[in-house]
């Protein structure tokens, strides 16, 4: 008789989209989809443009004071950001 080596769904899914290249591109639409929850309605209201280029989150804001406001946080952000998809997928923001 066999012996199966039984995995669970969740590690043949990474081990999967790891293997394929998809895993790092889904990470960074994570991202880029929790931007709103992170930094509330009120900023995203202001968001235009939202992209990952070299680990760099770059965002475009539309309102002067806020995109200083947001300039200032920049490290916070990328905690923040990097929790809420739950792994470290970017190092730093760029508000433009």
Same mark, same amino acid.
């Given at each position: 008789m066999f012996k199966r080596q039984v995995q669970s769904l969740d590690e043949v899914l990474s081990k999967f989209l790891? /293997?394929?290249g998809l895993e790092t591109p889904l990470l960074q639409k994570r991202l880029i989809d929790a931007w709103a929850e992170v930094v509330g309605p009120t900023v995203e209201r202001y968001t235009e443009e939202k992209h990952i280029k070299?680990?760099?989150l770059? *965002?475009?804001?539309n309102n002067p004071s806020l995109r200083h406001d947001l300039s200032m946080m920049r490290s916070q952000l990328v905690k923040r950001l990097n929790e809420a998809v739950g792994s470290f997928v970017i190092? /730093? *923001?760029k508000v433009y």
């Amino acid at each position: 008789m066999f012996k199966r080596q039984v995995q669970s769904l969740d590690e043949v899914l990474s081990k999967f989209l790891r /293997e394929g290249g998809l895993e790092t591109p889904l990470l960074q639409k994570r991202l880029i989809d929790a931007w709103a929850e992170v930094v509330g309605p009120t900023v995203e209201r202001y968001t235009e443009e939202k992209h990952i280029k070299n680990q760099t989150l770059f *965002v475009k804001i539309n309102n002067p004071s806020l995109r200083h406001d947001l300039s200032m946080m920049r490290s916070q952000l990328v905690k923040r950001l990097n929790e809420a998809v739950g792994s470290f997928v970017i190092s /730093e *923001v760029k508000v433009y």
